[in-house]
């Protein structure tokens, strides 16, 4: 794990997220295809490993996922009304930016690489760049060590935020 990137995403959090009290963290993606399983991982290792003390859904034993997105962003409204929704997915980009993680001080459009687009959710996001854009999703050979390294260096940098 590349400590600066750990504490460059903290810093970012921080600098978001500073005074907020009410977090939750909505962790996206399924773990039946690897590509997608980023938000579920860091889901997990938030609430096994690093057990914050702020709300977390979505783990790789309850995936969210678009068919129950909105039940999940129903529940989150109402008990918490007031709560800073972080959305943490995995995301395809260019070659380039393949193995970067992106802190946006807005909200993400999830599935939107599909073209199956749902409607912006979310205050804040965290966006892992697993793949490039340009291969066909569904034949995407995305290395497992390689998803966990951006959700243990994601779930990391969160763990970080909260000591801060």
Known sequence: ?????VMNLAGKLYARLQGNTDIVFLCLGTSKLLADAFGPMVGSLLKTKYN???FVYGDLNRNINAINIEEYLSMV???HPTAHIVIVDSALGSETSVGTIKF???GTIPRSALDDSLHLIGDSSILAIVESNSKDFLLIKTKRAF???L???TACAINQYFAL
């Open 104 to 106: 946006l001080g807005c």
């Open 1 to 5: 794990m590349n400590r600066f990137n």
């Open 147 to 149: 998803v966990s390294e």
């Open 151 to 153: 959700a243990e260096t």
């Open 77 to 79: 409204r109402r008990f």
């Open 52 to 54: 914050i003390a702020t």
